[in-house]
């Protein structure tokens, strides 16, 4: 996330509100990644604040969404620099919880133009976020006026008790599911949606297959009403659930080679955004 101003955002409108962790980043770009006991000069350097959900609040806000952010921050530099940066760009921190004797989360990011890949290298920071930082005051607070909580699973315990009082409220819960972590299952649950990285859905459900794996989901998570799974460069993929009740006169068709067809129809080579939908195949 980098600093961005815009106009102010009406306070109608419905809230978005994540939950995690902050990092800030330390990112050198290089031509090439650096052989074992190599000296090289990076081409570029810079430092931002980082983390899943920092990221996407910062884009939540550009897209001219309210947001807001619940974490505990370290009162160290960086922290105060982390906390700024999100207010620039328009999310509420308010809610943030100061942590007198921390020590901020951060990351140095060494991103190769070779490759076109980033490696992270993380160190993290303390206190975490727990259940007990949660009073019920807090939760009433946080969650007033919120239509969506993002979370990720880094602060789970905590992320879990928001969860739940969240479903209480009807609130949609989205979950961003990186990798399996301890305790991601029961947010998984309670998910409305589900971003994924690109071998989490495997890795979950040991499916031989990504598209197969996407439809386990589904099948195992019956409150997600859609999954995605993140492809880097070549963008994303999303499996929906279906609303509407299916005849018995519908075929059955292969997820596989439906995948597969709308690989081979899709233009990789537009320069604008391309949505390939499998409603022209059914």
């Known amino acids: ?34 052989n074992p006991d190599q000296k090289i000069r990076c081409t570029s350097s810079k430092v931002q604040g980082g983390g899943n959900t ?8 550009r897209l001219g969404l309210p947001c807001r952010i619940l974490a505990k921050v370290a009162d160290d530099s960086q922290g105060r620099y982390m906390v700024e940066e999100l207010e620039s760009s328009g ?12 020590a901020s989360h951060f990351n140095y990011v060494i991103v190769d133009n070779q490759t076109n890949t980033r490696t992270c290298i993380y160190t993290p920071g303390y206190p975490p976020l727990l259940p007990d930082d949660l009073t019920e005051s807090l939760l009433l607070s946080v969650l007033d006026g919120v ?19 969240a479903h209480s409220k009807d609130i949609s819960i989205l979950i961003n599911a990186e990798k399996r972590r301890a305790g991601l ?15 989490f859905p495997q890795d979950w459900t040991e499916s031989p297959s990504s598209p197969s794996a996407l439809l386990s989901m589904l099948i195992r998570l019956p409150k997600l009403k859609f ?35 709308l690989k081979q129809s899709t233009d990789y080579t537009s320069l604008l955004p391309v949505c390939n939908s499998s409603g022209d195949w059914l």
Request: charged share 20%; glycine share 6%.
């Open 91 to 102: 999310v509420d921190t308010s809610f943030c919880l100061n942590a007198k004797d921390g």
């Open 227 to 261: 999954v995605i799974m993140t492809l880097g460069e070549h963008g994303c993929v999303m499996l929906e659930r279906c609303s509407n009740e299916v005849s018995g006169s519908e075929e059955e068709t292969d997820i596989d080679e439906l995948h597969e067809s």
């Open 147 to 165: 239509r969506v909580l993002y979370v990720n699973g880094r602060s789970r315990e905590a992320e879990l008790l928001l969860a739940q009082k």
């Open 185 to 199: 299952e029961e947010l998984l649950d309670l998910a409305d949606y589900a971003i994924c990285s690109t071998n």
């Open 54 to 61: 920092g990221n996407s609040l910062t884009c939540v806000a």
């Open 1 to 34: 996330m980098s600093s961005f101003s815009d106009e102010t955002i009406p306070s109608h409108q419905p809230i978005v509100l994540g939950c995690g962790q902050l990092c800030l980043d330390y990112l050198v770009t290089v031509s090439s990644f650096p």
